[in-house]
């Protein structure tokens, strides 16, 4: 990686009379030239179709379309709110696709999603060479279900496959799956179009290509990017946020639990946003202080600086200009693990022998179990590799360029529209790891969510899902959560026992919950048997996992033992929730299988269709996520 700084910023810096530092990561100045004349691509026209929620497929797809732009293809990233199928002749299209919900699409994949599997006509996309990457996790039951779709619909719809699909896991390193399935790519597009292999440079590690410059002034900052600055690309600037006040903050584990929960109340009041019970509200955390300090000095920046950054098509990944401190507090994953190509980046930047060797070795294939033990079991981000490699000398600049955008975290609401209309609650377990040798790792939102006090302001934004309710009161449910997975079933319990206090009919409403103790963690349990006293819930059943010396009972226990009555409120229509951890949701239903296999002598394959048909139907929901 070379260091240099490029002609635009200086010419400019010199012209105005102020002091410009400036750098081009991995440019040289020979490339700076040429990329001042780009040509246009003479090669075949692809788009590359980004289904994306939370922007990981939009990144790939951006810098996909630049890798292909330099290939000589005349390739670029299109949102896939923009396909048209019936209007593709002669295309070559590639789809990055992520999987979302229960097996679902992203919002702005549906479109074509519901086309391809409804609408489309037999032989709808046979003038179309088609690829497809899909994004997804493998902790979730529905892995890359999107993905596979896309794939699978354009081959039955005509279309010509250019590459086998590839699958990108976000529970190990969904980047190196990607650019696994880029070596496989680029030989099968020149193929396909009969074209000569090109051969291009390695990308060096870095995420994006940028141009970073420092100023002093809000000026002078602004001199160089106009008065009206550069608008962010980044997702978190995409989103409808509104600022939510905090008007409760409060700890919901008692003082021997070892560990904290907090339920904190935010008001809606006045602002742009609403939800339904069962939504969820995203929330834009702000890094910790104190990280954001440190970092800033590891890399010699003056937090209080104006910074501009721009890639090569002049996107900014937040608003310029911005203080450093703004930057590096809002728009960048500062505490994440790293990945093989970071590492990559951080052996570059290594002055001494020794240190760089120990970076390569975990940036290797080879190294890849250490990097695991290392970044993730050691709970590490960017500043400890920094502390524990001192010759790495990164500058700003190649700091920006490394770390991925920071993303929103989304919680399950906790209330009720019914019953506070203006107020939306969130119940979020803090992550707090204590480690061998003396460091604390702490969840970037959680720990923010955890220091707010009340009246501060929150940016956030709700998202509506399916995980809702029987439209008429007197549908039995049946509520199965774990831990915080807690918090959507508290949102429904609370609008049930609203609608029972109006007057409607209830139906036999059963709440299975679990925790460690009874006494330390059970969330909300006065307002849980209150619920049990008035007649909202007809059954609460409770898994203790570390009550009783020796046993260690949880909620997919329970749901085997009363297989019995969930069956029989099935069978009479009641509608399954399942929230909490995707591991935990699994158990539940292999539980229900059970359950079927041995009260209703079902095979495996029977009780498997009974479950996806009450999937179907709407009375099977989940609001999972991965630990
Ligand atoms: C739809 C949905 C609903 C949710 N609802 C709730 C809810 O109601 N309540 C709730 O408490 N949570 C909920 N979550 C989870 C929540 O979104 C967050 O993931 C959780 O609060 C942790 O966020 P954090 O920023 O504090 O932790 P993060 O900083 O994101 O860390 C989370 C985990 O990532 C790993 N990790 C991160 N950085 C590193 C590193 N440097 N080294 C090694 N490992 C690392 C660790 O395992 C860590 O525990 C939900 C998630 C989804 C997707
Ligand atoms: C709430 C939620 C639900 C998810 N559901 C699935 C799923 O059903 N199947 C799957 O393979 N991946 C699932 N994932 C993983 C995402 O598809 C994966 O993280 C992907 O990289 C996100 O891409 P994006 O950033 O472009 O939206 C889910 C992730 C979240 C946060």
Redesign the pocket.
């Given at each position: 990686m070379g260091f240099v700084v490029p002609a635009v910023g200086v010419g400019l810096a010199a012209a105005i009379g102020i002091a410009a530092y400036s750098y081009s990561v991995g440019a040289s100045k020979e490339k700076a030239k040429k990329s001042s004349t780009p040509s246009k691509p003479t090669g075949p026209k692809v788009d590359v179709y980004f289904g994306?929620?939370?922007?990981?497929?939009?990144e790939f797809a951006k810098s996909l379309a630049k890798e292909g732009i330099k290939r000589n293809f005349d390739m670029r990233a299109v949102d896939l709110e923009r396909f048209e199928g019936d209007d593709m002749p002669g295309q070559a299209a590639i789809f990055l696709v992520?999987?979302?919900?229960?097996?679902d699409p992203?919002d702005n994949a549906k479109a074509s999603y519901e086309w391809m599997k409804s609408e489309a006509k037999q032989g709808a996309l046979e003038d179309m060479s088609f690829a497809v990457f899909g994004?997804?996790?493998t902790q979730?039951?529905?892995?890359?279900?999107v993905g596979k779709f896309y794939d699978s619909q354009c081959e039955t719809l005509g279309g010509k496959r250019i590459v086998e699909l590839g699958l990108?896991d976000?529970d190990q390193d969904?980047q190196e799956d990607f650019n696994n399935w880029l070596e496989l790519l680029w030989p099968a597009l020149d193929a396909h179009f009969g074209l000569e292999s090109h051969d291009v440079a390695d990308s060096g590690g870095v995420e994006y290509r940028l141009q970073v410059e420092t100023y002093p002034t809000e000026k002078a900052a602004r001199k160089l990017c106009g008065a009206g600055g550069v608008a962010s690309s980044s997702a978190i600037d995409h989103q409808a946020t509104v600022g939510m006040t905090v008007t409760c903050n409060r700890e919901l584990y008692s003082p021997e639990a070892g560990r904290s929960c907090r339920h904190v109340e935010l008001d809606i009041a006045g602002v742009d946003s609403d939800y339904i019970t069962g939504d969820h509200v995203a929330i834009l955390s702000d890094n910790n202080p104190e990280l954001v300090a440190s970092l800033a000095r590891r890399v010699g920046a003056d937090l209080d600086e104006w910074v501009v950054a721009r890639d090569e098509a002049g996107a900014a990944p937040f608003p310029c200009p911005c203080t450093v401190r703004h930057a590096l507090t809002r728009y960048l994953d500062l505490n994440g693990a790293l990945k093989r190509r970071q590492v990559a980046a951080l052996a570059e930047a290594a002055g001494d022998g020794a240190e760089r060797e120990r970076l390569e070795r975990l940036a290797s294939k080879e190294g890849k179990d250490e990097l695991h033990e290392y970044a993730v079991d050691g709970r590490r981000n960017i500043l400890d590799v920094m502390r524990d490699f001192p010759s790495v000398d990164l500058k700003l600049s190649q700091l920006v360029e490394l770390l991925p955008r920071a993303q929103p975290r989304?919680y399950s609401i906790s209330s009720s529209n019914l019953t506070h209309p203006s107020s939306v609650h969130v119940t979020a377990v803090v992550v707090r790891d204590e480690m061998p040798d003396g460091r604390v790792f702490g969840g970037v939102c959680t720990t923010y969510l955890n220091g707010l006090p009340v009246g501060s302001r929150v940016t956030a934004f709700c998202r509506r899902t399916t995980f809702k309710l029987p439209s008429d009161p007197s549908t039995p449910v049946v509520m199965i959560g774990a831990g915080t997975g807690l918090a959507p079933m508290r949102g429904m319990y609370l609008h049930l026992d609203r609608l029972r206090s109006e007057g409607a009919g209830m139906g036999e409403n059963m709440l299975v919950f679990g925790c460690r103790t009874s006494k330390d963690d059970f969330l909300y349990s006065d307002e849980i048997r209150s619920m049990v006293d008035k007649g909202t819930l007809s059954h609460l059943v409770t898994a203790f996992s570390r009550e009783v010396p020796g046993q260690r009972p949880y909620v997919q226990h329970r749901v085997r033992e009363r297989a019995a009555d969930i069956i029989r409120l099935l069978d009479g229509g009641a509608h399954l929730y399942v929230c909490g951890l995707t591991a935990m949701a699994k158990d539940v239903k292999r539980s229900l299988s059970q359950g079927l296999e041995e009260l209703k002598g079902m095979k495996g394959a029977e009780a498997e269709a009974y479950l996806e048909r009450l999937h179907s139907e709407g009375r099977y929901m989940q609001d999972v996520?991965s630990s």
């Open positions: 994306s929620q939370t922007g990981t497929a939009e992520a999987t979302y919900g229960e097996g992203t994004l997804g996790n979730y039951e529905h892995y890359n279900s990108g976000d969904i989304y996520w």
